[in-house]
C-alpha cells in the first residue's frame, strides 16, 4: 500500500513556493507516495505539474474556524507516513503520523530545514510538464538572448512603463548587450498601463506579452531565460531556483536585504543599463548548489 503524505500548504504564496521543496525531498525518499494537498487556488498552482499521484483539496483563502474543523474532519482517524504542516502544527499534531514536520516560514526567508536531513537547507521546486510549450515566436533561435521583465508588483519601486520600455531598449536595442534577443513581459495584464510603451518601442516579433501565464509556463520561462528584471518577488525566486544568470528585483528601498539576487533600488534606467551590461560581460553563473531542482 502507497505511503500517504499530507500536506498543509500556507497561505502566503512566497512561503508557499519555498514550501514545494519540503515536498519534493520527501518525494525523493518515496516517489510512489501519495500526496494530500491542502492550499487555496492561489497556491495550488504550484502542485499543478507535481510527478506523483497527488489529491488535491482547495480551501477558501480565508476560510473561517468551520471549514478547518471540516478539513480535520477528513484527516482525523486516518494514519499518514508524513505530515508536513506550513501553519506551524496548529492542526497536524492531533494527526496520527510517523514523521511530523511543522514550519512557518517568513517572507524574507528563502530556505528551509531539509525534513529528512535537518543539518541541510532545502528550497523552492519547480515541476514543468514536457508537454510545456513556451508563448515564444517559433523563429526565435534556441541560443538567442530571452530578458523577463516581471513588473507585477509596480508598488514595490518607482518605475513606469516609459522605464520599462527606455531598460528594453537599452538591453535589446542597437549595440545593447543583449542585441537579437527577445523580451518576455508577464503578468502585463495587471500591471500598469504604460507597460504597452515596451512594445511600441521595440521591433514587431521582438516582445511577446504573457498575460496570466501558469505556474509551469512562467517556470519554463525563467529557465529559458538569461536575464530577469522587475518587482513581482514570486518570480524574482522563481528565476533563483530556475538558475536564471542574472536577476534584478527592483525595490524603492534603499536598505540592506539579504536576498539570493541583485536588489535594485531608485529609478536610475541608465545606471542599472550599464550595470546589466558589466553583469552580461563577465557571464557569472548561479552556484547555488540546490538551485534548479526538477
Known amino acids: 500500500m502507497a505511503r500517504k503524505i ?30 494530500h494537498i491542502y492550499a487555496t487556488p492561489q497556491t495550488a498552482e504550484f502542485f499543478d505539474d507535481l510527478p506523483a499521484k497527488k489529491i488535491m483539496h482547495i480551501r477558501a483563502e480565508h476560510g473561517g474556524v468551520g471549514e478547518w474543523l471540516k478539513i480535520m474532519r477528513a484527516c482525523i482517524g486516518k494514519y499518514w507516513h508524513r505530515v508536513i504542516d506550513g501553519h506551524r502544527g496548529r492542526f497536524a499534531r492531533f494527526l496520527w503520523a510517523r514523521h511530523r514536520y511543522y514550519f512557518f516560514l517568513p517572507e524574507h526567508l528563502y530556505s528551509l530545514t531539509d525534513p529528512v536531513r535537518p543539518a541541510r537547507r532545502v528550497t523552492g521546486c519547480l515541476w514543468v510538464a514536457p508537454e510545456t ?53 508577464i503578468g502585463a495584464a495587471r500591471a500598469h498601463q504604460g507597460m504597452q510603451d515596451i512594445a511600441a518601442n521595440l521591433p514587431a516579433g521582438q516582445v511577446s506579452l ?41 525595490d524603492e528601498r534603499d536598505e540592506d536585504v539579504s536576498a539570493p539576487y ?20 563577465k557571464s557569472t553563473t548561479n552556484t547555488f548548489s540546490f538551485a534548479n531542482q526538477r
Request: negative net charge; glycine residues 8%.
Open 133 to 185: 510549450e513556451l508563448p515564444l515566436p517559433q523563429t526565435l533561435a534556441g541560443d538567442a538572448p530571452l530578458v523577463v521583465f516581471a513588473p507585477t508588483e509596480a508598488y514595490r519601486a518607482r518605475w513606469r512603463g516609459r522605464d520599462y520600455a527606455e531598460l528594453a531598449w537599452l538591453l535589446l536595442g542597437h549595440d545593447g548587450p543583449y542585441t537579437g534577443g527577445h523580451l518576455a513581459v
Open 210 to 250: 504573457i498575460e496570466d501565464a501558469s505556474m509551469g509556463v512562467r517556470a519554463s520561462l525563467l529557465r529559458r531565460a538569461t536575464l530577469c528584471v522587475g518587482t513581482d518577488r514570486l518570480t524574482a525566486r522563481m528565476a533563483w531556483v530556475a538558475a536564471t544568470r542574472y536577476i534584478v528585483r527592483l
Open 262 to 281: 541583485e536588489l535594485h533600488a531608485g529609478n536610475d534606467v541608465g545606471a542599472l543599463a550599464d550595470f546589466l551590461a558589466e553583469m552580461r560581460v
Open 6 to 35: 499530507l500536506f498543509f500548504v500556507p497561505d502566503n504564496p512566497l512561503a508557499a513556493f519555498i514550501s514545494t521543496g519540503v515536498l519534493a525531498r520527501c518525494l525523493k525518499e518515496d516517489e510512489r507516495a501519495v500526496c
